[in-house]
């Protein structure tokens, strides 16, 4: 199953990355008692623009000017590296555009639903030793991984990647 | 609903002091760039490496979510007990999310579609800043999800 090994372009970026993105949650905590998940800025977002009573819940009003600045700080965190790194020029995605959006549609309905996404229940309620948390990561680690290996499949039968 | 408790006193009774708006911002954007770069490095912002961790070819994915909880979960359980109050005022906030049908079956959506792009959320954004335009697709998307779980959510 893995004739390149667990890890076939190294171990040390992944480590070293993930405690990374741990000590930027975990400053915002210890800064300012704020829990720093990723998903509810795509909601606190539309509170300046949709008056549905949903948008205009005071969690995501009162909170939608320091999460587009955590936004922010993500792209220039990623900006950064880029530079230090000492890449060419740019990340280029190969994923094709139609999986992207129509991914990306579920991805923000199905996290707002669950009200946490990767970071959120991953990263933060793991970190907050929330059970719920534990039920949504196995669950959508789950979907993911048939959702990844069916495309697979399904997409590149000749390729064999 | 709320997935969020922010408390308005703190634990020792007193009443929680707000963040001022610039020192809030400015620590947003820190720590933003600090998991922006942590994103980036560790290859998240990358849909194709992603897609290969979700397949199980390369067991990343396990570093950097066991490194991303481990050093949080040291802040989250720590700075509570070692702070009267976060470093810039406030309140340390507490996360509770309520396990009911929702919650399950939007995370096995969630799934779904992280499996079909290899986007979550936070490198969605993040990637925009190494030059990965393509991004705005998943961006797109995301917010066009999230807005439909408003448009669509039981008011209350």
Same mark, same amino acid.
């Given at each position: 199953?893995?004739?390149?090994?667990? &890890?076939?372009?190294? $171990?040390?970026?992944?480590? +070293?990355?993930?405690?990374?993105?741990?000590?930027?949650?975990?400053?915002?905590?210890?800064?300012?008692?704020?829990?720093?998940?990723?998903?509810?800025?795509?909601?606190?977002? $539309?509170?300046?623009?949709? *008056?549905?009573? &949903? &948008?205009?819940? *005071?969690?995501?009003?009162?909170?939608?000017?320091?999460?587009?600045?955590?936004?922010?700080?993500?792209?220039?965190?990623?900006?950064?590296? +880029?530079?230090?790194?000492?890449?060419?020029?740019?990340?280029?995605?190969?994923?094709?555009? $139609?999986? +992207? &959006?129509?991914?990306?549609?579920?991805?923000?309905?199905?996290?707002?639903?669950?009200?946490?996404?990767? *970071?959120?229940?991953?990263?933060?309620?793991?970190?907050?030793?929330?059970?719920? *948390? +534990?039920?949504?990561?196995?669950?959508?680690?789950?979907?993911?991984?048939?959702?990844?290996?069916?495309?697979?499949?399904?997409?590149?039968?000749?390729?064999?990647? | 609903?709320?997935?969020?408790? !922010?408390?308005?006193?703190?634990?020792?009774? #007193?009443?929680?002091?707000? /963040?001022?708006?610039?020192?809030?911002?400015?620590?947003?954007? /820190?720590?933003?760039?600090?998991?922006?770069?942590?994103?980036?490095?560790?290859? =998240? !912002?990358?849909?194709?490496?992603?897609?290969?961790?979700?397949?199980?070819?390369?067991?990343?994915?396990?570093?950097? =979510?066991?490194?991303?909880?481990?050093?949080?979960? /040291?802040?989250?359980?720590?700075?509570?007990?070692?702070? @009267?109050?976060?470093?810039?005022?406030? /309140?340390?906030?507490?996360?509770?999310?309520?396990?009911? @049908?929702?919650?399950?079956?939007?995370?096995?959506?969630?799934? !779904?579609?992280?499996?079909?792009?290899?986007?979550?959320?936070?490198?969605?954004?993040?990637?925009?800043?190494?030059?990965?335009? #393509?991004?705005?697709?998943?961006?797109?998307? !995301?917010?066009?999800?999230?807005?439909?779980?408003? =448009?669509?959510?039981?008011?209350?």
């Amino acid at each position: 199953m893995y004739p390149n090994g667990l &890890f076939p372009h190294g $171990w040390e970026q992944y480590l +070293l990355g993930g405690l990374l993105i741990g000590a930027g949650v975990a400053l915002l905590f210890v800064l300012t008692g704020l829990i720093g998940g990723m998903s509810t800025v795509y909601s606190s977002t $539309w509170s300046y623009v949709v *008056s549905r009573p &949903f &948008f205009q819940q *005071s969690n995501l009003t009162s909170s939608r000017v320091w999460r587009l600045a955590y936004a922010t700080g993500l792209i220039a965190g990623a900006a950064l590296w +880029l530079v230090l790194s000492g890449q060419p020029s740019r990340v280029a995605v190969s994923v094709p555009t $139609w999986q +992207l &959006f129509i991914g990306g549609i579920l991805v923000g309905y199905g996290a707002r639903l669950s009200q946490g996404c990767t *970071s959120g229940h991953g990263i933060c309620g793991l970190a907050s030793l929330s059970r719920p *948390s +534990l039920v949504a990561v196995i669950t959508f680690m789950g979907t993911a991984f048939l959702t990844a290996n069916i495309m697979a499949r399904v997409l590149a039968p000749v390729v064999g990647r | 609903m709320a997935s969020t408790i !922010i408390p308005t006193v703190t634990r020792h009774g #007193e009443r929680a002091s707000a /963040v001022k708006p610039a020192a809030l911002i400015a620590a947003a954007l /820190v720590s933003g760039a600090l998991f922006g770069f942590g994103l980036a490095l560790s290859t =998240m !912002i990358r849909p194709d490496v992603v897609l290969d961790f979700l397949r199980f070819t390369d067991l990343g994915l396990m570093l950097v =979510m066991g490194g991303g909880v481990l050093v949080t979960l /040291v802040a989250y359980q720590l700075a509570p007990r070692l702070l @009267r109050r976060p470093l810039l005022g406030g /309140v340390f906030a507490l996360r509770a999310a309520a396990l009911d @049908r929702p919650m399950v079956v939007g995370a096995a959506i969630f799934g !779904i579609g992280w499996g079909l792009c290899g986007v979550c959320p936070g490198p969605a954004i993040a990637g925009l800043g190494a030059g990965s335009y #393509e991004l705005g697709w998943a961006i797109a998307g !995301i917010a066009l999800g999230a807005l439909a779980q408003g =448009m669509t959510a039981k008011s209350r």
